[in-house]
Nanobody
């Protein structure tokens, strides 16, 4: 499975971005699809995930600012990010978890939020 992430960029604090991640395979074959992020010097952390049954989980820092969605017909998941803060600056990665021992990662897309 190959994942192509896009939509990152530079935005001012309070602004919005929408990230997209398109999979080469059927996203319904994934147990979970997720968005993670990694800031310089920090560990990768979960931003949001959506399970096969549609259950969504968000990181505590999201606080209703972000929404993850999917469009199965084009094998794409999205992350709508609103009210962005400078601390949201990071490289954002999408993931495709096929099983407990098999996870694919996209190449990452940079999100930079200026104060």
């Amino acid at each position: 499975v190959q994942l192509q992430a896009s939509g990152g960029g530079l935005v001012q604090a309070g602004g919005s971005l929408r990230l997209s991640c398109t999979a080469s395979g059927n996203i319904f074959s994934a147990i979970v699809m997720g968005w993670y992020r990694q800031a310089p010097g920090k560990q990768r952390e979960l931003v949001a995930s959506i399970a096969k049954d549609g259950t969504r989980i968000y990181g505590e820092f999201v606080k209703e600012r972000f929404t993850m969605s999917r469009v199965t017909s084009n094998n794409t998941v999205y992350l709508q990010m609103n009210s962005l803060k400078s601390e949201d600056t990071a490289v954002y990665y999408c993931s495709f978890r096929r099983s407990r021992v098999s996870t694919y990662w996209g190449q990452g897309t940079q999100v930079t939020v200026s104060p």
